[in-house]
């Protein structure tokens, strides 16, 4: 078990250009999240995907945010024309199917636009 | 839609003591889990502990334990001899039994202070 990890840790981009961040979950958990942290604010649900399948999207996930799973393993996480507004740390979470199983945390990445 | 309220945003507490931080939450569901994260400040999401609601039994976990009030929708955690290592901010996160994907709710964060 080597945890969830995430890259890039921090990204630094200007306003209007495209980012993608990377999470590979631990791999025996089917289960895939997104969420979105604000400083001093709890994290907020994106997506989550059930193998490959993205079985819900948040209404928070704008047009301009889009998430695969490829092959049900790792996931990425794409932001077009990135506003001042997205700002935040984008955290990662696997766990195995059912309620009851613990979410695995990322370190997440840090994004900052200009 | 389930809500999660932690209604202090600061705590703080002296090495050795004990400190309560609350939660209460909002829900039409019978059967659910409610989880207390730390969140240090290298950001990395830690579970403290967990409980289920149909146990009538309060979770502990060595040092740390709830005081869980189904019809009250309470969910507070106590932390007893308190560590420097504890300071962190505290969130109360509620997961649904039946809505797909069991995703969680997070409330706002309790920001704790452990003093020497």
């Known amino acids: 078990d080597t945890g969830v990890s995430q890259n890039p840790r921090h990204k630094i981009t200007k306003r209007g250009q495209n980012v993608t961040f990377r999470c590979d979950p631990i791999s025996e958990h089917n289960r895939l999240y997104w969420y979105r942290q604000t400083l001093g604010q709890g994290p907020e649900f994106l997506t989550y995907?059930?193998?490959?399948?993205?079985?819900?999207k948040s209404r928070l996930l704008s047009d301009r945010f889009s998430a695969e799973r490829p092959k049900g393993s790792f996931s990425t996480l794409e932001i077009q024309r990135t506003e001042q507004g997205d700002s935040a740390m984008y955290l990662c979470?696997?766990?195995?199917?059912?309620?009851?199983?613990?979410?695995?945390f990322g370190s997440g990445t840090q994004l900052s636009v200009l | 839609a389930q809500t999660v309220t932690q209604s202090q945003p600061e705590m703080s507490v002296q090495e050795a003591e004990t400190v309560t931080l609350s939660c209460t939450y909002d829900t039409s569901e019978s059967d659910y889990y409610l989880f207390w994260y730390k969140q240090p400040p290298s950001r990395q999401m830690i579970l403290v502990i967990r409980?289920?609601?149909?146990?009538?039994q309060n979770a502990t976990e060595n040092r740390f334990s709830v005081n869980f009030q189904k019809a009250a929708k309470s969910f507070s955690l106590k932390i007893s001899d308190s560590q420097l290592g504890d300071a962190a901010m505290y969130f109360c996160?509620?997961?649904?039994?039946?809505?797909?994907?069991?995703?969680?709710?997070f409330g706002e964060g309790t920001q704790l202070t452990v003093n020497p």
């Open positions: 409980q289920e609601a149909y146990k009538q």
């Open positions: 995907f059930q193998n490959e399948a993205q079985l819900e």
């Open positions: 979470a696997s766990s195995l199917p059912g309620p009851g199983f613990r979410l695995f």
């Open positions: 996160a509620y997961r649904s039994q039946e809505t797909s994907g069991s995703r969680l709710t």
